[in-house]
T-cell receptor, first 119, second 115 residues
Framework: AQKITQTQPGMFVQEKEAVTLDCTYD???????LFWYKQPSSGEMIFLIY??????QNATEGRYSLNFQKARKSANLVISASQLGDSAMYFC????????????????FGKGTKLSVIP | DGGITQSPKYLFRKEGQNVTLSCEQN?????MYWYRQDPGQGLRLIYY???????QKGDIAEGYSVSREKKESFPLTVTSAQKNPTAFYLC??????????????FGQGTRLTVV
């Protein structure tokens, strides 16, 4: 079973509108971290926002916020006031304890959502 | 400026050849990673290293090899045993791999094409 599921291969949003990118995850751990990364066409991965499993408040970073619903195992990214520069691939990722490889903390990625912002 | 440098940006390989992708970081991070990205597949972990002279296989290690002789460097060799090496390769690093809240920092990537 996939650990991170992003069900939207592609999304369109009008400039200045808000958009929600979906992410659901699967883990039996109590302690885990959820991350969102942005990948522009140039290829580098840019860290956007982090949510810990014990954090009671939803994370926010500027125009980015994370709608964390623990019982539903979802961690949706909300981008407010979209800009043309937001057009990119967006990846949801989870870090949890891996009990192979000497107990390291593995980062697992979803398949991504391609966001296109329309002027 | 601190960061992760991958080179080259584009690499072409003939079938049957080994090639080495470079990854250097000056962030003083202990943990380093190699990911492979194929269209529609997201990122998949090839190898990771938590400290110098130690590394572990990830989910798709077959046909790849790594070394970690220095903290700053984590080169990836794509061997002739890798059946489908054409992909985008990303190197990443993070602070000591102690918790679930450690984000990973990425390089610009290397696009490998087999010709």
């Amino acid at each position: 079973a996939q650990k991170i599921t992003q069900t939207q291969p592609g999304m369109f949003v009008q400039e200045k509108e808000a958009v929600t990118l979906d992410c659901t995850y699967d883990t039996s751990d109590q302690s885990y971290g959820l991350f969102w990364y942005k990948q522009p066409s140039s290829g580098e991965m840019i860290f956007l926002i982090y949510q810990g499993s014990y954090d009671e408040q939803n994370a926010t970073e500027g125009r980015y916020s994370l709608n964390f619903q623990k019982a539903r195992k979802s961690a949706n990214l909300v981008i407010s006031a979209s800009q043309l520069g937001d057009s990119a691939m967006y990846f949801c990722a989870m870090r949890e304890v891996s009990y192979s490889g000497a107990g390291s903390y593995q980062l697992t990625f979803g398949k991504g959502t391609k966001l296109s912002v329309i002027p | 400026d601190g960061g992760i440098t991958q080179s080259p940006k584009y690499l072409f390989r003939k079938e049957g050849q080994n090639v080495t992708l470079s990854c250097e970081q000056n962030l003083n991070h202990d943990a380093m990673y190699w990911y492979r990205q194929d269209p529609g597949q997201g990122l998949r972990l090839i190898y990771y290293s938590q400290i110098v002279n130690d590394f572990q296989k990830g989910d798709i290690a077959e046909g790849y090899s790594v070394s970690r002789e220095k903290k700053e460097s984590f080169p990836l060799t794509v061997t002739s045993a890798q059946k489908n090496p054409t992909a985008f390769y990303l190197c990443a690093s993070s602070i000591p791999d102690r918790g679930v809240n450690t984000e990973a920092f990425f390089g610009q990537g290397t696009r490998l094409t087999v010709v």
